[in-house]
C-alpha cells in the first residue's frame, strides 16, 4: 500500500467477543506504516486512523 491508492476499510465498533464491525468504507491511503501497521485513512474530509488487518486496496494509484 502506498499513499494515492484507494482503499476498502471498516471501523470496529464493538471489541467485545464476537467482533462488530461496520459496512466496508472506501477513502484515500494518506499514510500507511509498516512497521506500526497503522494507514492513515482520508474519509469525508476526516483523517482516520486504522488497523492494516482492516484495509484492503480497492484501487493502486497510477504509478510512475
Known amino acids: 500500500m502506498r499513499a494515492g491508492d484507494l482503499v476498502r476499510f471498516r ?3 464493538f471489541h467485545g467477543s464476537p467482533k ?3 459496512e466496508w468504507k472506501v477513502g484515500l491511503l494518506l499514510e500507511y506504516t509498516p512497521w506500526m501497521k497503522i494507514a492513515k485513512i482520508s474519509y469525508n474530509g476526516k ?18
Open 11 to 13: 471501523d470496529c465498533i
Open 20 to 22: 462488530v464491525y461496520t
Open 47 to 64: 483523517v482516520v486512523s486504522v488497523r492494516a488487518n482492516d484495509v484492503q486496496i480497492h484501487k493502486r494509484a497510477k504509478r510512475t
